[in-house]
């Protein structure tokens, strides 16, 4: 009877040594999935602020060239947003 108890008791820890494992190197591979899923969304942000920059950049110019052009002429050309646009011209008067 003693036996019986220590063998399923023994089948227990194995058990749970065994789900332990698992659960381990599940959360390491969880940890990297998502640590380089954050390298890639680091990269795409930096892509898309250096993308506004060079929008801005045109925008500026454009303004800069062509007085007559307005601010939805030339949203439209760069397909941006007008808001966009205006506070981008906006923020440059007032430096």
């Not at 399923?8 to 698992?22: D, H, K, P, Q, R």
């Not at 602020?49 to 303004?63: D, F, G, H, P, T």
């Not at 808001?83 to 923020?91: A, Y």
Request: charge should be negative.
């Amino acid at each position: 009877m003693e036996q019986n108890i220590f063998l399923i008791a023994n089948i227990g820890n194995i058990i749970v040594s065994i789900a332990y494992l698992v659960l381990t190197v599940f959360s390491v591979y969880i940890f990297f999935r998502f640590y380089d899923t954050l390298k890639h969304i680091r990269i795409a942000c930096q892509l898309y602020v250096a993308q506004n920059l060079r929008i801005m950049e045109k925008a500026k110019q454009m303004r800069e060239q062509f007085d007559d052009m307005s601010i939805h002429d030339i949203a439209n050309i760069l397909d941006v947003d007008v808001s966009i646009v205006q506070h981008w011209l906006e923020f440059e008067e007032e430096k």
